[in-house]
């Protein structure tokens, strides 16, 4: 071989290596997920638990923080109740572990918005995770009915509630500001569809529902 086509050979050759390498060694352009604030996530009139205990002004501070944004007419958020149900029970006797659920009533579900009302009413009253139970385990009892109150005011004598109260409350809107301001914060990190997770501010299983798992391992690699 010509002595200039062995040196044109070897150039190629080193270039051809040098390209190999740049594939090999070049770092992923994959943004790291974005991480919300958590004073945005939860709120001082938040429902929070954290080792089965209410925390009191609603705001996490512990070492792992789950927060659901939810709809509680919706199927898929209807699924994931029970998966998210039994995470909380894994976590009960954890106080590093909090749990929080946001209101996101969606506009198509006719009975999102007093069903979320439904649940802060008994929040008024000490009851929030015992209505958010009962409306997501009797979901299609009144999901897609004209007159959802009178389901409501069933579970509200059910689980202990002043029904006059819990009623009256609904009938004045008395919650849908605080209602409209977890949309509010939904809308601000990009919450676009329930049920939408979040784990220490990074979302969590966007697109589907986390399995319990999935839930388990993350929170479990966090708490070491």
Known sequence: MPKEAKILATVGLLVLLGAVALIIVKPSTTPAPKVIDSTVLTRANSHTVAGNTPVVGGISTTKVSVVEFGDYQCPACGYAHPIFKKV?????????????????????????????????????????????????????EWSEVANAMQYFSVYAKNIGLDVTKFEKEIKDNTHIKAINADVADGDSVDVHGTPTFFINGAAFGTGNVPTFEEFKAKIDSLLI
């Open 88 to 140: 909380i029970a894994e976590y009960a006797s954890n106080p590093n572990v909090s749990f929080t659920f946001r209101n996101y009533p969606l506009p198509m579900h006719s009975n999102a918005m007093i069903s979320a009302e439904a649940a802060e009413a008994a929040a008024s009253q000490g009851k929030f995770w015992e209505m958010h139970d009962m409306l997501y385990e009797k979901q299609s």
